[in-house]
């Protein structure tokens, strides 16, 4: 995709002028600005593979909009969304780790408020069922991760096990610290690919574990989100989810790694990384809960 499909797009309004944007892990992004403004576009196609829709993602990104938490979407076509570029500076790690109170009451209000615009069929984003099914997806394509399988599976297990019931909400499930945006004035939420119905614990504990949050800042965080510090029990789940969502995002790179070819990411390095901070995070875990994982 490049500036061609950009001016094929119905949306300008007089001249127009586009500049790639950096930072997507799987999405072409540019910034484009004409006579009404600025504005995002993000080229991408259905990942299945990801259990991604962009039918789902767009229907869930105008209703974070509707919210208040995300941009106006301007258009939608097929592999191609149009977003009101925000003025705002993109969060990184420190960012996260450093305001944990907000990120909490952000992540509060957005599963409180949500469910009220979403539409359509539900989705359901169970992190545990997408780490089997990366795997089988792993092993039909004989990855090179293929043998190590069996480990993360039982991993997933165990983790899968030390779970609570809490009220399902709907989750975006993608929050890496990029995906943060600060005006000065608020914070905003972008990529919806992954939004949907799903335990609260996700969205915390990816949070805390994509900014390698520490365990005090994580205590902010669940006691903002919970307006309370959380029991043993809670807190026991909260640190498996945390593991969980670093397993998830290690085989999300080892599937990508497979089928996706995005400008400047090396998809197996990035499995590397999420499987170092996997394995600090369990150190942490049994040093924290006196007890073994696989």
């Known amino acids: 995709m490049g500036l061609e499909e950009i001016g094929r797009l119905p949306c300008w309004r007089g001249d127009w002028r586009a500049e790639p944007l950096t930072g997507g892990l799987s999405n072409e992004i540019w910034k484009?600005?004409?006579?009404?403004?600025?504005?995002?576009?993000?080229?991408?196609?259905?990942?299945?593979?990801h259990h991604v829709s962009r039918t789902r993602e767009a229907m869930a990104a105008?209703?974070?909009?509707?919210?208040?938490?995300?941009?106006?979407?301007?258009?939608?076509?097929?592999?191609?969304m149009v977003t009101r570029f925000v003025e705002a500076r993109t969060w990184g790690p420190a960012d996260v780790a450093a305001d944990p109170a907000r990120v909490g009451r952000l992540l509060a209000r957005f599963h409180r408020e949500m469910p009220a615009h979403v539409s359509g069929p539900a989705y359901l984003f169970w992190a545990f069922h997408v780490v089997r099914d990366y795997a089988r997806t792993l092993r039909e394509a004989h990855s090179?991760?293929?043998?190590?399988?069996?480990?993360?599976?039982?991993?997933?297990?165990?983790?899968?096990?030390?779970?609570?019931?809490?009220?399902?909400?709907?989750?975006?499930?993608d929050l890496l610290p990029a995906n943060f945006l600060d005006d000065g004035e608020r914070l905003w939420?972008?990529?919806?690919?992954?939004?949907g119905f799903s335990t609260?614990?996700?969205?915390?504990?990816?949070?805390?574990?994509?900014?390698?949050?520490?365990?005090?800042?994580?205590?902010?965080?669940?006691?903002?989100?919970?307006?309370?510090?959380?029991?043993?029990?809670?807190?026991?789940?909260f640190d498996a989810m945390r593991c969980a969502a670093l397993l998830r995002e290690a085989?999300?790179?080892?599937?990508?790694?497979?089928?996706?070819?995005?400008p400047g990411v090396d998809y197996e390095d990035y499995a590397r990384q999420n499987l170092a901070a996997l394995e600090a995070a369990l150190a942490s875990y049994r040093s924290t809960h006196d007890e073994d994982l696989p």
């Not at 939420?189 to 939004?195: C, T």
């Not at 085989?251 to 995005?262: E, I």
């Open 189 to 195: 939420l972008i990529d919806y690919e992954y939004a």
């Open 144 to 173: 090179p991760h293929a043998r190590d399988l069996p480990r993360l599976l039982a991993l997933n297990a165990a983790l899968e096990a030390r779970q609570v019931p809490l009220p399902i909400i709907f989750g975006h499930h």
């Open 251 to 262: 085989m999300w790179a080892m599937v990508s790694a497979l089928y996706m070819n995005a």
């Open 62 to 80: 105008r209703a974070a909009h509707a919210a208040g938490f995300a941009p106006e979407v301007e258009h939608t076509g097929p592999g191609v």
């Open 200 to 237: 609260p614990l996700f969205d915390l504990a990816g949070a805390a574990a994509n900014a390698a949050m520490p365990r005090e800042a994580a205590a902010e965080l669940l006691a903002a989100y919970f307006g309370a510090r959380p029991a043993p029990d809670l807190l026991r789940a």
């Open 32 to 49: 484009v600005t004409d006579a009404a403004g600025a504005h995002v576009v993000r080229f991408g196609q259905d990942y299945p593979w």
